[in-house]
């Protein structure tokens, strides 16, 4: 089971992404694929010290976009794992 999400950006934008489950269970894996669906980067574990996320959630921090155009975010949960979670999208223009 997955979730997409699309959004435009701008060349030179940076853009955050983070997924924070909302019920035990969920440990969220996120994806960023560009137009042509190649995956930029990806992230399971931020395993970070934030504290607006836990160990398991996940993070795409400040990633530099190249190219104008639509991506998408792609969150699924690992191992199979599903449940409810937050998704935020930040850009810094």
Known sequence: QSYTYS?????????????RGLSFEFDAYIALLD?????????????????????????IPNFFIEASG?????VTGVGGSVG??????GTLR
């Not at 959004?7 to 997924?19: H, M, Q």
């Not at 639509?70 to 792609?74: D, I, Q, S």
């Not at 409810?84 to 999208?89: K, M, N, Q, R, S």
């Open 7 to 19: 959004f435009d950006a701008e060349a030179g934008d940076y853009v955050t992404i983070s997924s």
């Open 35 to 59: 137009a042509d669906g190649t995956v930029l980067i990806n992230n399971d574990d931020h395993g970070g010290g934030s504290a607006e996320l836990a160990f398991y959630d996940a993070r």
């Open 70 to 74: 639509t991506y998408t975010v792609e």
């Open 84 to 89: 409810t979670f937050g998704l935020t999208i």
